[in-house]
T-cell receptor, first 112, second 115 residues
Framework: ELKVEQNPLFLSMQEGKNYTIYCNYS?????LYWYRQDPGKSLESLFV?????AVKQEGRLMASLDTKARLSTLHITAAVHDLSATYFC????????????FGKGTKLSVKP | EAGVTQFPSHSVIEKGQTVTLRCDPI?????LYWYRRVMGKEIKFLLH????????ESGMPNNRFLAERTGGTYSTLKVQPAELEDSGVYFC?????????????FGPGTRLTVL
């Protein structure tokens, strides 16, 4: 069964701290996505990781991809309250299908 | 540029009734996807349109669900008759023409509650 495992599912952090969200996937996918969702809002695309060793950074968030280990990480540096949201990783199952396989999401709460 | 829009944002219906959800993709996006998130579970793929054609409907749970995409523009997802287990948030996403694996842009979802 095609599966994407995220952990942790819930994360409560203090402002200023660092943490990493892990995403393990089951296929030989070469494309991994990270999305952010605020309550009641759309899923917002954060990163698209296209190849082994890819690293992308935007502000306090940095995502990486290791296709050999089938692992992606989302690292949060010096968290601030505005980062509180649910973060999803998703792999794009190859071929012409294009459908995304999602993890359950990590609900991040950053407290002052 | 307007994003993906969905209507309604919430729907509460009784078991056995019919509900139709609508999705308007980003203009010019040939690919349109429907996904669903049931409480506590992952967001799951339902189906994929390329223009007006169904490319992949392998995720549709059963024949109570009918999706259409008139003229390759907006799409509707009809549930008839609705069952309790159909409750969840239904997301629509679209992506640009070209390789089907381009970034998908999501709408805010329709929260469906079946009582």
């Amino acid at each position: 069964e095609l599966k994407v495992e995220q952990n942790p599912l819930f994360l409560s952090m203090q402002e200023g701290k660092n943490y990493t969200i892990y995403c393990n996937y089951s296929t030989t996918s070469d494309r991994l996505y990270w999305y952010r969702q605020d309550p009641g809002k759309s899923l917002e695309s954060l990163f698209v990781l296209l190849s082994n060793g890819a690293v992308k950074q935007e502000g306090r968030l940095m995502a990486s991809l290791d296709t050999k280990a089938r692992l992606s990480t989302l690292h949060i540096t010096a968290a601030v309250h505005d980062l509180s949201a649910t973060y999803f990783c998703a792999e794009n199952y190859g071929g012409s299908q294009g459908n995304l396989i999602f993890g359950k999401g990590t609900k991040l709460s950053v407290k002052p | 540029e307007a994003g993906v829009t969905q209507f309604p944002s919430h729907s509460v219906i009784e078991k056995g009734q019919t509900v139709t959800l609508r999705c308007d993709p980003i203009s010019g996006h040939d690919n349109l996807y429907w996904y669903r998130r049931v409480m506590g579970k992952e967001i799951k793929f339902l189906l994929h349109f390329v223009k007006e054609s169904k490319q992949d409907e392998s995720g549709m749970p059963n024949n109570r669900f009918l999706a259409e995409r008139t003229g390759g523009t907006y799409s509707t997802l009809k549930v008839q008759p609705a069952e309790l287990e159909d409750s969840g948030v239904y997301f629509c996403a679209s992506s640009h023409r070209g390789p089907a694996r381009d970034t998908q842009y999501f709408g805010p979802g329709t929260r469906l509650t079946v009582l």
